[in-house]
């Protein structure tokens, strides 16, 4: 990059088009050149556009805010179908909670993106036919494909969010990279709103609980549910205006996390082997263990893909590289449990399920580890991290699909 760039300073059509493939990168490599570059009147202007900074929110034109408020609605109504269609939440919630929340979002990106018309069709398609799907699929507590395809399902959205979300350009990892770093901006941005929101909640309840009037159920039923549903697409379009808001937010708490992860697990470890704790028959180790290893993989991501412009220390690199490494560990203890009960109990649904799972993880870690330990001996490879977890979600992808739509037919629904 840093190479392209000096060469091409002074070709602005060039200079746009590597922006635009890897912003976060583009910058990284234009800061250390602007000693070299900056008598340049190109490298000026854009000095000025890559570090210019206001106090000031924005909040988007007209037509923007009118999309976000009609989206937002939207995914209102979706929340309230049950009160407004007579379903029972208990029906209607496990199967449908993420139609309030990824197509809406997909709608958003859709429109910012400008897709051509046979994207938004493919994308009405696999709403209709995936909503079609999980509601006439037979359910029952002791259906687990019905619960792996309830789990399973929002992942499948989630992916039609990054296809939407990347312009449809599946090959480009910049892009996909830049989704999963707004993902993480997205929860910190989501729990602020919410936070912000409970307290409101809790203050107008308080103020009308002092004259004696009681409107908790109604304030919860009519009004908390809607802000509850709008919260993520708020949080989106405050995101995609002002991305200087949140950017480092998720970067600060996987390092802060990383060390205190490491040793916990480190201890965790040991206090198994001492206590003599049998993780091959206790189903809540292994969920726990699949949850951990989704969290690592998110750590490892935000401490090397920080947007501020610097990138970890040699110490810190050191910590990623200790956690990946304990993580295989832990990897191949869920494993070995998960095969230990298949070869006890035989093959079911969720057992099938989660050793796929884990598998993938497995060989996603040994690609981020070995790539860890090259930018132990050379630093200006880390960036190689984060784009073999980028490279991977395809896989990920694929699992969700299988997992969601092919387990029920491949078990008979039960």
């Known amino acids: 990059m840093h190479t392209i760039l000096k060469n091409n300073i002074e070709n602005p059509r060039e200079l746009e088009k590597l922006y635009r493939e890897n912003k976060n990168q583009f910058k990284k490599a234009f800061d250390a050149l602007w000693p070299e570059i900056q008598e340049y009147p190109a490298a000026q202007c854009w000095h000025e556009r890559l570090h210019y900074e206001t106090k000031e929110i924005a909040w988007g034109g007209g037509k923007e805010l009118i999309v976000v408020l009609i989206l937002s609605a939207l995914a209102g109504i979706l929340a309230k179908f049950p009160d407004l269609s007579g379903m029972k939440p208990d029906d209607y919630y496990p199967r449908n909670i993420a139609f309030i929340v990824f197509p809406v979002l997909s709608v958003y990106f859709a429109w910012q993106q400008q897709l051509k018309r046979l994207y938004w069709f493919i994308f009405a398609g696999i709403i209709a036919l995936s909503a079609v799907y999980i509601n006439l699929i037979p359910s029952g507590n002791t259906y687990d494909t019905f619960i792996l395809a309830c789990i399973y399902l929002p992942l499948v959205l989630w992916s039609v969010l990054g296809f939407m979300f990347t312009g449809s350009d599946l090959m480009n990892t910049p892009k996909r990279i830049e989704f999963l770093r707004y993902n993480g901006d997205l929860l910190v941005m989501t729990a602020v709103i919410l936070l912000a929101g409970g307290l409101l909640s809790a203050v107008t309840i308080g103020l009308f609980g002092l004259i004696q009037i009681r409107i908790e159920e109604f304030y919860f039923k009519n009004i908390a549910i809607w802000g509850l549903a709008a919260a993520p697409m708020i949080a989106t379009w405050l995101i995609r205006m002002n991305p200087m808001l949140v950017k480092n937010v998720s970067p600060v708490i996987a390092k802060v996390f990383t060390p205190l992860v490491l040793i916990t697990l480190f201890v965790y470890l040991i206090a198994i082997i001492y206590t003599g704790k049998d993780p091959y028959n206790d189903r809540e180790f292994l969920l726990i263990f699949n949850l951990l290893l989704i969290g690592v993989m998110a750590i490892i991501l935000f401490s090397v893909s920080g947007t501020s412009g610097s990138r970890p220390g040699l110490f810190s690199t050191i910590m990623l590289f200790a956690l990946s490494l304990l993580t295989i560990v832990v990897n191949g203890i869920a494993l070995s449990a998960i095969i230990f009960r298949i070869s006890e109990w035989g093959i079911t649904p969720n057992r099938l399920a989660v050793l796929g799972g884990n598998l993938l993880i497995l060989i996603n870690l040994f690609m981020v580890t070995f790539r860890l330990f090259k930018a132990l001996r050379k630093p200006e ?3 190689d991290v984060e784009n073999s ?17 092919l387990f029920p037919l491949f078990f008979g629904f039960k």
């Not at 991977?392 to 969601?404: D, E, G, K």
């Open 389 to 405: 977890i980028a490279v991977y979600l395809p896989v990920y992808s694929a699992w969700t699909i299988v997992v969601a739509f």
């Open 381 to 383: 490879t880390l960036h």
